[in-house]
Nanobody, 121 residues
Framework: EVQLVESGGGLVQPGGSLRLSCAAS????????ISWVRQAPGAGPEWLSG????????NYADAVKGRFTISRDNDKKNVFLQMNSEKSEDTAVYYC??????????????WGEGTQVSVSA
């Protein structure tokens, strides 16, 4: 059974940092691209960042480019999202999403349960 378990969310002040983690199991982790997607209250899902299976290629949405960094550890089957210079508009539920191939150009097939990030003074 594929499982993606996010952790690391919480309350952070504007300008602060958080590091999200996604622990994967139930599939060959090094065979799949992974993305982070968020959903704010009343809004649709917003893709933020993706990393290919080997970790050598990453891409970012303009909203987070230069502030967020995605990485992965294939030995430990984890993906991370380092979030710096947090803004109030970053408040959302953050999801780890598996792609059905090596690249993040492949379709998304599994989502985690999400972790809440709240940015407020």
């Amino acid at each position: 059974e594929v499982q993606l378990v996010e952790s690391g969310g919480g309350l952070v002040q504007p300008g602060g940092s958080l590091r999200l983690s996604c622990a994967a199991s139930g599939f060959t982790f090094s065979d799949n691209g992974i993305s982070w997607v968020r959903q704010a209250p009343g809004a649709g899902p917003e893709w933020l960042s993706g990393i290919n299976s080997a970790g050598g290629y990453t891409n970012y949405a303009d909203a987070v480019k230069g502030r967020f960094t995605i990485s992965r550890d294939n030995d430990k089957k984890n993906v991370f999202l380092q979030m710096n210079s947090e803004k109030s508009e970053d408040t959302a539920v953050y999801y780890c999403v598996k792609h059905d191939g090596l690249s993040t150009q492949n379709g998304k097939d599994y989502w985690g349960e999400g972790t809440q990030v709240s940015v407020s003074a």
